[in-house]
């Protein structure tokens, strides 16, 4: 049971409300749109306070940073990997997403984190590439090259939703320096995201508001950790559209863009 | 947010307060500037369990000035004849 100014009101309700408080109080922040994008920038999280009875939207870093790495430069050796002095190449680290199948398995830099640190990520819509491989047109057989089309993905008649987050605080041990990173949970990929992200079949794991609210409020079992990381959002409730390859750089990136030649993904699921 | 275009008065005990309409990721909210040193009040719309709509202050804690103020915002969309 909740209460807004006194009267009694549904979850769902309830964390609208106060979500809408955060908006207004954070104007300038909420100006800009919450689109989710694929690199290493601050993106808008909301995170219980440590009663677990409200919340706060706050400026995180996309990328979980590991408790183990010390400094800043640590952090970008594994996200780019690098050379050690021998010369072997040690290949980076994605960290953006924790596979929700993954998310306590023991010594997972995860599992941690999912048992104390949930978030919820602020979206209005992500991106995603389709990969294409067109025809050879002497042999007919698929090229071994893809061409990658890039979609944004919305929700129908929700400006804007709760994917599942885990958080962690982190201080570079040489500067002082303190930020809190998150990666984003992931699930397997719904009939739409298939179609979509076809070379990794993953979506991230959208959470409509009763379970953002469990899943942010809620002292969970792991079993139930698990059974809301891996909750698919159904794919009649998407929208993917494709956008221009060089969306990164344009203005507008979810502007929608034409592609000939592309084949219609199948909505009719 | 948007530019908060769609503004209008309303007749408060004090004098006439400036409204503002804006639209946040589709939902709709007033901010009411008033005439006296009264802080700026953003009141919003929203549903009870029990389905009735009411007004409310966002954040909370102005609950009884949501709903006088919501009042006279709603008359001003629905003129009594």
Same mark, same amino acid.
């Given at each position: 049971?909740?209460?807004?100014?006194?009267?009694?009101?549904?979850?769902? *309700?309830?964390?609208?409300?106060?979500?809408?408080?955060?908006?207004?109080?954070?104007?300038?922040?909420?100006?800009?749109?919450?689109?989710?994008?694929?690199?290493?920038?601050?993106?808008?999280?909301?995170?219980?306070?440590?009663?677990?009875?409200?919340?706060?939207?706050?400026?995180?870093?996309?990328?979980?940073?590991?408790?183990?790495?010390?400094?800043?430069?640590?952090?970008?050796?594994?996200?780019?990997?690098?050379?050690?002095?021998?010369? =072997?190449?040690?290949?980076?680290?994605?960290?953006?997403?924790?596979?929700?199948?993954?998310?306590? =398995?023991?010594?997972?830099?995860?599992?941690?984190?999912?048992?104390?640190?949930?978030?919820?990520?602020?979206?209005?819509?992500?991106?995603?590439?389709?990969?294409?491989?067109?025809?050879?047109?002497?042999?007919?057989?698929?090229?071994?090259?893809?061409?990658? @089309?890039?979609?944004?993905?919305?929700?129908?008649?929700?400006?804007?939703?709760?994917?599942?987050?885990?958080?962690?605080?982190?201080?570079?041990?040489?500067?002082?320096?303190?930020?809190?990173?998150?990666?984003?949970?992931?699930?397997?990929?719904?009939?739409?995201?298939?179609?979509?992200?076809?070379?990794?079949?993953?979506?991230?794991? @959208?959470?409509?508001?009763?379970?953002?609210? &469990?899943?942010?409020?809620?002292?969970?079992?792991?079993?139930? @950790?698990?059974? @809301?990381?891996?909750?698919?959002?159904?794919? *009649?409730?998407?929208?993917?559209?494709?956008?221009?390859?060089?969306?990164?750089?344009?203005?507008?990136?979810?502007?929608?863009?034409?592609? *000939?030649?592309?084949?219609?993904? *199948?909505?009719?699921? | 947010?948007?530019?908060?275009?769609?503004?209008? &008065?309303?007749?408060?005990?004090?004098?006439?307060?400036?409204?503002?309409?804006?639209?946040?990721?589709?939902?709709?909210?007033?901010?009411?500037?008033?005439?006296?040193?009264?802080?700026?009040?953003?009141?919003?719309?929203?549903?009870?369990?029990?389905?009735?709509?009411?007004?409310?202050?966002?954040?909370?804690?102005?609950?009884?000035?949501?709903?006088?103020?919501?009042?006279?915002?709603? &008359?001003?969309?629905?003129?009594?004849?």
């Amino acid at each position: 049971m909740c209460f807004y100014n006194g009267q009694k009101v549904t979850h769902a *309700e309830f964390i609208r409300l106060k979500q809408l408080e955060k908006k207004v109080a954070n104007f300038d922040f909420l100006i800009h749109q919450l689109q989710i994008g694929f690199d290493y920038g601050l993106n808008a999280v909301l995170k219980p306070n440590d009663e677990k009875n409200d919340f706060d939207i706050v400026q995180m870093e996309w990328g979980f940073i590991p408790s183990y790495l010390r400094t800043r430069e640590d952090v970008l050796k594994m996200r780019n990997g690098y050379k050690d002095d021998t010369g =072997k190449f040690h290949p980076p680290i994605t960290t953006l997403n924790a596979v929700c199948e993954e998310l306590l =398995k023991p010594g997972k830099i995860y599992k941690d984190a999912a048992l104390r640190r949930r978030c919820l990520v602020l979206s209005t819509g992500f991106y995603e590439w389709r990969h294409i491989y067109p025809l050879n047109k002497r042999t007919g057989l698929p090229l071994k090259t893809a061409n990658k @089309i890039p979609y944004f993905i919305t929700l129908k008649d929700r400006g804007y939703f709760f994917m599942a987050g885990i958080w962690q605080g982190w201080t570079d041990r040489s500067t002082g320096e303190f930020v809190e990173s998150f990666a984003i949970v992931t699930t397997k990929a719904n009939k739409l995201m298939e179609q979509v992200h076809n070379s990794k079949k993953r979506m991230p794991a @959208i959470l409509n508001e009763d379970f953002a609210y &469990e899943w942010m409020f809620s002292d969970l079992d792991e079993k139930r @950790i698990l059974e @809301i990381a891996a909750t698919q959002y159904p794919s *009649e409730e998407m929208d993917a559209c494709t956008i221009a390859k060089d969306f990164r750089s344009a203005l507008e990136p979810a502007k929608p863009f034409e592609y *000939e030649d592309i084949p219609a993904l *199948e909505l009719n699921i | 947010m948007n530019p908060g275009n769609d503004n209008f &008065e309303i007749e408060v005990a004090s004098g006439k307060a400036k409204v503002q309409r804006h639209s946040i990721s589709g939902q709709v909210i007033f901010r009411v500037i008033f005439p006296a040193k009264i802080p700026p009040l953003v009141l919003a719309r929203a549903t009870r369990e029990n389905s009735n709509r009411f007004w409310t202050s966002i954040p909370e804690g102005r609950q009884l000035e949501a709903e006088e103020i919501g009042r006279l915002i709603a &008359e001003h969309f629905n003129p009594k004849p």
